[in-house]
């Protein structure tokens, strides 16, 4: 017989998979994808919302879905080398070298660049990220309660504050919506598709999924169907709040441009919002806010990161690796925000596609029996493509690769050319296995 898992259980793990997905970060795309696509925001909204909703609420699912017990045995059903070094170039994205390092950009451009003269130079950031990461580390090394009490004041704090400067901007926003720029022009939905990328939260579905899991195992689920049940539900929970608010903060992008013109980043459009509306007080206290809450995000990230990395590395202690991801993070902090994201672009655009392909194939790992053959087919095809088109990010190319994909490969052209060789892929995997099969049962015959 089933245990009842009771409704208000439901709720609690709605919002924490709201609280583990919407750090400081998350703040600033939907701001900065508002101030781009001006009058198309709202489909270039639906295209950020796949990315940065729905696949990674389908990332937890499919941690529930597949009965593994962490992502390296997950992605070990492509290959189990496939499984370290996919998991490790994973950590390493959400960890020391974007996620963790952007936690003290964001604050740096909310808390404390907009009271700066524009000759300032790089000595306050660098000031601040040594600070900010020494703080940091201090938590990582006695993460105890510590960061459990601020983290439960700060977020309804934060979300109180942040919810009353979207309604006022959809009351009275600062002015009409602009015409799209760039790219915005005529494929916003896809442009916001990829912009979703940047929040990695489809990558850290992968940890977080883990968590989610044990938690509704741990409550008295038993079966399968009970704990996909319970985590659909809990998903739901945490996507309604997520799509109202991305949908609310690219509002608030797109109707500030007028009065305030194009910004370098979203931090900056939040900040200057926030001014625009109550002042310096207002400033200040959104500031700390979101320099607090991005402390916790960083302290939370260097532990997992620092924890697994440790697993991984035995002779490597815990302390000496959150010292040295703490170190290394500040360097990487230092090259600032918008550096930091469009550096990140490239690398995301090759890990995305496989991060996607990989839960969908969970999902459909019954259909074809697991064969490992269709795993390595659709994940191999889709890594060809991604690292062709990833490498325009570093203003580098093959050519000649590359124009054949423009003129053969459907939806190429938009960031989104791996779809039809992932599928091809792992048809060709399919068919594959099914001769070897053959083969070797005529072998075992004879």
């Known amino acids: 017989m089933e245990n009842k898992i009771p409704f208000s259980f439901i709720v609690i793990i709605g919002l924490m998979l709201f609280a583990l997905f919407f750090g400081a970060g998350n703040l600033i795309f939907p701001a900065m994808l508002g101030q781009s696509a001006g009058t198309n925001i709202w489909s270039a909204n639906a295209g950020f919302l796949l990315t940065g909703v729905g696949l990674p609420l389908l990332g937890v699912l499919a941690f529930g879905f597949s009965g593994k017990e962490d992502l390296q045995s997950l992605a070990g059903r492509v290959h189990p080398i496939f499984g370290v070094v996919f998991t490790t170039i994973l950590y390493l994205a959400i960890g020391p070298l974007f996620a963790i390092p952007r936690t003290g950009s964001v604050s740096f451009e909310i808390g404390v ?53 979207v309604v006022v901007a959809i009351i009275h926003p600062i002015g009409t919506l602009q015409a799209p720029i760039e790219n915005y022009t005529e494929h916003a939905f896809t442009n916001g598709f990829q912009e979703g990328y940047l929040t990695m939260d489809t990558l850290a579905s992968f940890v977080f999924g883990i968590i989610i899991i044990n938690a509704i195992k741990g409550k008295g689920a038993k079966t399968k169907k009970q704990v996909m049940t319970v985590c659909l539900k809990a998903t739901g929970i945490a996507a309604f709040i997520l799509v109202g608010l991305y949908t609310a903060l690219s509002y608030l992008g797109a109707s500030s441009v007028e009065k305030l013109g194009y910004l370098d980043n979203g931090g900056e459009v939040l900040a200057q919002v926030s001014n625009y509306y109550f002042g310096t007080y207002g400033g200040i206290f959104l500031g700390l806010i979101i320099t607090v809450a991005c402390l916790t995000t960083s302290v939370g990230l260097i532990t997992s990161c620092s924890a697994y990395f440790h697993k991984l590395l035995p002779f490597l202690s815990y302390k000496t690796l959150a010292i040295g991801l703490c170190v290394f993070s500040a360097v990487v902090a230092n090259i600032g925000l918008t550096h930091l994201i469009s550096f990140s672009v490239p690398v995301l655009s090759i890990l995305y596609p496989i991060a996607i392909v990989l839960i969908f194939l969970t999902f ?19 890594f060809v493509v991604s690292l062709v088109d990833s490498l325009k990010g570093f203003n580098s190319t093959i050519l000649e690769i590359d124009q054949f994909f423009v003129h053969n490969l459907p939806f190429y052209d938009v960031g989104l050319g791996w779809i039809i060789p992932a599928i091809a892929g792992g048809l060709i995997g399919f068919a594959a296995s099914m001769i070897k099969n053959k083969e070797r049962l005529i072998w075992t015959k004879s």
């Open 113 to 165: 660049k907009p009271f700066l003269s524009e000759k300032a130079g790089f000595i306050p950031l660098l000031v601040f990220t040594v600070i900010f990461f020494g703080i940091t580390c201090f938590l990582s090394l006695n993460p105890a309660k510590v960061v459990d009490i601020v983290g439960k004041f700060l977020t309804p704090i934060k979300l109180t504050f942040i919810g009353i400067l």
């Open 364 to 382: 459909l790992h019954c259909s074809f029996k697991g064969r490992t053959e269709v795993y390595q087919g659709s994940l191999l095809l889709t």
